[in-house]
Nanobody, 125 residues
Framework: QVQLVESGGGSVQAGGSLRLSCAAS????????MGWFRHAPGKEREGVTI???????TYRDSVKGRFTVSIDNAKNTLFLQMNSLKPEDTAMYYC???????????????????WGLGTQVTVSS
């Protein structure tokens, strides 16, 4: 059974950094689609970044150059390094896992089957 547990959220001022972690069990990263999504009050859930296997990554435009996704296979952990945080990054962040479709990962929530409970990120101005 796949389990995802996020950690690392918190409150920071604009311009600060946070590193989110997602400890996973029951899956093999190199064979999976992994992703980070976020959901802010009054807004729709949106994709932040996805990683196909352990190398191929996709980011939403608003976080490019500021956020970096990575995987530590030895620790079975997915990370999201978030730098230069902005108030509009405030949201609950979720780790997600899914299966590839013909080798591809799709940047939408419906393509991910497993979800963590989330970790809150709050950025103040």
């Amino acid at each position: 059974q796949v389990q995802l547990v996020e950690s690392g959220g918190g409150s920071v001022q604009a311009g600060g950094s946070l590193r989110l972690s997602c400890a996973a069990s029951g899956l093999t990263y190199s064979e999976s689609c992994m992703g980070w999504f976020r959901h802010a009050p009054g807004k729709e859930r949106e994709g932040v970044t996805i990683i196909n296997g352990i190398r191929s990554t996709t980011y939403r435009d608003s976080v490019k150059g500021r956020f970096t996704v990575s995987i530590d296979n030895a620790k079975n952990t997915l990370f999201l390094q978030m730098n230069s945080l902005k108030p509009e990054d405030t949201a609950m962040y979720y780790c997600a896992a899914g299966f590839r479709t013909l080798g591809a990962c799709y940047f939408r929530a419906s393509a991910f089957r497993y979800w963590g409970l989330g970790t809150q990120v709050t950025v103040s101005s």
